[in-house]
């Protein structure tokens, strides 16, 4: 990671990863040079995107990294594909990891950013029935997704099942025209 510099002598951030995550493939990396604990976060992340889907589905989230130099830290950002609505994202609403950090800390913090971007583009994520909404957090050094009094470590929603009844699911907007 290289130190880039605008115009007026100010550092830019460096982008350091790009990545996709679908339903039907995963997490695929396209381009990184972030440490191995930031790739493996993504890859508990993105096992847990298949389930504790509430009122719509995602189809897609396009992911870009940058390296800030001042304060070390790596800004994930998401652009989150719904069922039937237009891609959002591209913001960073909470904390940021650092380049350096362990993977639970990294898996917890960028789980907490992409959560936030899957709720703005309209799906309640990971939602469990009857629990409500689950956040990460760390436990004892452990990235682990929260709810009532239950803690399950985050990469591991997928071994529970997909607990979304799918008549909550909103179907697509009727097409207009013919």
């Known amino acids: 990671m290289t130190g880039l510099w605008d115009l007026f002598g100010q550092a830019r951030n460096e982008?350091?990863?790009a990545a996709t995550w679908t339903p039907q493939l995963g997490v695929e990396v396209e381009s990184s040079d972030l440490p191995h604990a930031w790739l493996s976060a993504?890859?508990?992340?993105?096992?847990?995107?298949?389930v504790f889907q509430y009122g719509n589905t995602i189809e897609r989230i396009d992911w870009v990294?940058?390296?800030?130099?001042?304060?070390g830290g790596v800004l994930l950002y998401s652009r989150v594909?719904?069922?039937?609505?237009?891609?959002?994202?591209?913001?960073?609403n909470g904390a940021v990891a650092r380049v350096i950090d362990d993977e639970e800390t990294v898996t917890a913090v960028n789980a907490e950013l992409v959560a936030n971007e899957v709720?703005?583009?309209g799906v309640a994520w990971?939602?469990?029935?009857?629990?409500?909404?689950m956040s990460p957090?760390?436990?004892?050094?452990?990235?682990?997704?929260s709810d009532i009094g239950q803690h399950q470590v985050i990469g591991s929603l997928s071994e529970t099942g997909n607990q979304r009844d799918p008549s909550t699911i909103?179907?697509?907007?009727?097409?207009?025209?013919?």
């Open 119 to 121: 709720a703005n583009a």
């Open 15 to 17: 982008q350091v990863l």
């Open 126 to 133: 990971p939602y469990r029935a009857g629990d409500g909404f």
């Open 42 to 50: 993504l890859e508990r992340i993105g096992r847990d995107l298949c």
């Open 137 to 145: 957090r760390l436990v004892d050094g452990v990235a682990i997704w």
């Open 81 to 92: 594909t719904a069922t039937g609505r237009v891609p959002t994202g591209w913001g960073v």
């Open 65 to 71: 990294a940058e390296y800030e130099s001042s304060s």
């Open 170 to 178: 909103a179907p697509p907007p009727a097409a207009n025209g013919p």
